[in-house]
């Protein structure tokens, strides 16, 4: 089990950036995705990083756009957010899990941090 926090959400335009940060109690050997859910929608997989550092981008629609990375001297792991739309409003999390980039078993959740997009 690990714990993990999230920040970095807030009101955006269209067309502009946010960087959201996920920090964990610990990162050695977990896997981190993100998600998001916004009301009335399903929860969807954004990307993903391995424990061994591979990167995957789940949603087609945030190729070319999002970018996750990490920093595990700090136990974060960011998605680098850029040209956004107002379809990309939604409360994202983190997640942790054992293993690879597969989108199950997510064990544990961020609080969620609300990211809107509008003008």
């Known amino acids: 089990q690990v714990q993990l926090v999230e920040s970095g959400g807030g009101m955006v335009q269209p067309g502009g950036s946010l960087r959201l940060s996920c920090t964990a109690s610990a990162l050695d050997g977990y896997t981190i995705g993100w998600f998001r859910q916004a009301p009335g929608n399903e929860r969807e997989g954004v990307s993903c990083i391995a424990s061994y550092g591979g990167k995957i981008t789940w949603a087609d629609s945030v190729k070319g756009r999002f970018t996750i990375s990490r920093d595990k001297a700090k136990n974060t792991v960011y998605l680098q957010m850029n040209s956004l739309k107002p379809e990309d409003t939604a409360v994202y999390y983190c997640?942790?899990?054992?293993?690879?980039?597969?989108?199950?078993?997510?064990?544990?959740w961020g609080q969620g941090t609300q990211v809107t997009v509008s003008s």
């Open positions: 997640a942790a899990r054992r293993g690879n980039c597969l989108m199950r078993d997510f064990g544990s």
